[in-house]
């Protein structure tokens, strides 16, 4: 008798147990398990949703077994993705969503996207647009690059000739800067955020779960502030706001304490308006010469006791460090702040390869890694350039995008320094959105692969068929320009 009454729970068991399915659906980026079912739902778009602090932050668990699909997070962002996720899977379905338990979470708590708007001005529209792609992504961070040479793009009240003259250049060059003789196009190219745009922006960004960093460059890619304020360079100038591309010599000087106090006015207002924990601080391509010439800053490094002037780079980040971690803020900078010697609370992002980002976890720094190699998605797509518009050079495909390991000979201690990677889209030659876009797509998606799946990319096909059937029609849908080099037969690479 009793062995009959367990035979029939057992039947019992296994026939309310849904019997698991061959996945039929994808998703961009994979999540860490997703499991199908016999059955399928027609989806309403209403959802049940849970928060479940048991669950990392951003972590989900999609449940379409019932009519009604569940989604339980481990906050409000974690709830956001789920969502994501159930509308790829809604679109591709026509909505005839088939019992699903997915359970995700990203490898990297920190996952960026950069958009250069001083080399060429965006309007709002096209920086929400960006924020909307971010989203679709499953990106967390906006680093929003502000000031430049080539102009300043955000009003600050204490120094309004930032935007008033800073924020206009004269001209741009046509085509590549390396084509002397095609010279500059005499076409005035200005324009800026008012402080209520880049709250409006922040505010944009927050209700997609994403946190802006902005970067105010310092010491170098200054010209644009000495040519409204001549007084913070070593020479005084007059100087101008740039018309071409590259380094430029006169960066702010480091031997004046105006200048440290006029940095400091900046990034009150800045710190008033972005409520994030980062600041970018720029750091990158500061040449020093002016500064070996420069009486002030010669004084500065006797004074200091310095015998290099790679130490006043270090002096000018470190000083801004202190400033702003008295207002409860990190910083943030480009590899080149490790030169000189940094604080170990600074957070280093790794531009020149992944080398530097290595060397700072080494240090015990905290690393974003956005190596020109793999995430500078202003390079060229393929190798024959046929078919793109003028770049800046390189060649990174959708596979070599993919292909990054951001763990690639580090140990475990080192390893938990990592905290993100980052894609940055600098715009020299990308002077309006539907560029950016094409620049951008596909090549966000491999960067949300790394960001999020941990597992390890082994299947760079698999991996583009899941974003041609999962992400391509979002990205028609959506009216965005995107490259197709990867999905041609033969792909183009
Ligand atoms: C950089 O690309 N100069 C950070
Ligand atoms: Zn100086």
Redesign the pocket.
């Given at each position: 008798m009793k062995f009959y009454a367990i035979l029939l729970a057992a039947s019992m068991f296994v026939a309310c147990t849904p019997k698991e399915t061959e996945c039929t659906v994808a998703v961009v980026p994979q999540p860490v398990s997703v499991t199908q079912y016999e059955g399928s739902h027609k989806y309403s778009g209403a959802v049940v949703t849970r928060l479940d602090k048991k669950l990392g932050e951003e972590e989900y668990v999609l449940d379409t077994r019932r009519a009604r699909p569940v989604i339980t997070g481990g906050s409000a962002a974690g709830i956001y993705y789920g969502k994501v996720t159930l509308g790829q899977i809604a679109e591709q379905t026509g909505g005839e969503v088939p019992c699903l338990l997915i359970k995700d979470k990203p490898q990297f708590a920190y996952r960026g996207a950069m958009l250069d708007c001083c080399r060429h001005f965006f309007p709002l529209e096209d920086v929400k647009k960006f924020i909307d792609i971010m989203a679709e992504h499953k990106l967390n961070v906006f680093h929003w690059h502000l000031t430049e040479d080539q102009g300043w793009r955000i009003e600050i009240k204490k120094y309004p000739k930032l935007t008033s003259v800073g924020s206009v250049r004269k001209c741009t060059k046509v085509g590549h800067h390396r084509d002397v003789e095609l010279g500059f196009d005499g076409i005035e190219h200005g324009g800026f955020y008012t402080q209520d745009e880049c709250r409006e922006i922040v505010a944009y960004a927050a209700e997609r779960h994403i946190t802006v960093v902005p970067e105010i460059e310092m010491p170098g890619?200054a010209s644009a502030a000495l040519a409204a304020y001549p007084e913070l360079g070593c020479t005084g100038g007059p100087y101008e706001v740039i018309c071409n591309w590259g380094i430029y010599p006169d960066i702010f000087c480091a031997g004046k304490d105006t200048v440290i106090r006029f940095l400091e006015g900046v990034l009150d207002e800045v710190c008033d308006i972005f409520p994030g924990e980062y600041i970018h601080i720029?750091g990158?391509?500061a040449p020093r010469d002016r500064w070996k010439e420069c009486p002030d800053c010669q004084a500065k490094m006797k004074e200091l006791g310095y015998e290099s002037e790679a130490q006043l780079q270090s002096y000018i980040v470190n000083t801004i460090e202190a400033y702003l971690n008295a207002k409860g803020r990190k910083i943030i900078g480009?590899?080149e702040i490790l030169e000189g010697g940094v604080s170990q609370s600074a957070t280093v992002?790794s531009?020149?390869g992944a080398k530097g980002g290595k060397a700072a976890a080494a240090l015990g720094n905290d690393v974003v890694m956005?190596p020109?190699s793999h995430f500078?998605f202003d390079y060229y797509q393929t190798a024959s350039r046929e078919g793109e518009p003028l770049g800046i050079g390189g060649h990174l495909n959708l596979r070599k995008a993919y292909s990054f390991d951001p763990f690639e000979d580090l140990d475990d201690e080192v390893k938990a320094h990592i905290k993100g990677i980052q894609a940055?889209l600098?715009t020299e030659y990308i002077a309006d959105f539907d560029n950016a876009e094409f620049h951008l797509l596909p090549r966000l998606a491999a960067l949300s692969e790394v960001a999020w799946n941990a597992g390890g990319r082994t299947d760079y096909d698999a991996f583009v068929e899941r974003v041609r059937k999962v992400l391509v029609p979002e990205y028609e849908a959506a009216g965005y320009t995107y490259a197709d080099f990867a999905f041609r037969n033969p792909p183009v690479e």
């Open positions: 890619h720029g990158d391509e480009w590899d992002m531009w020149r956005a020109n500078y940055n600098w």
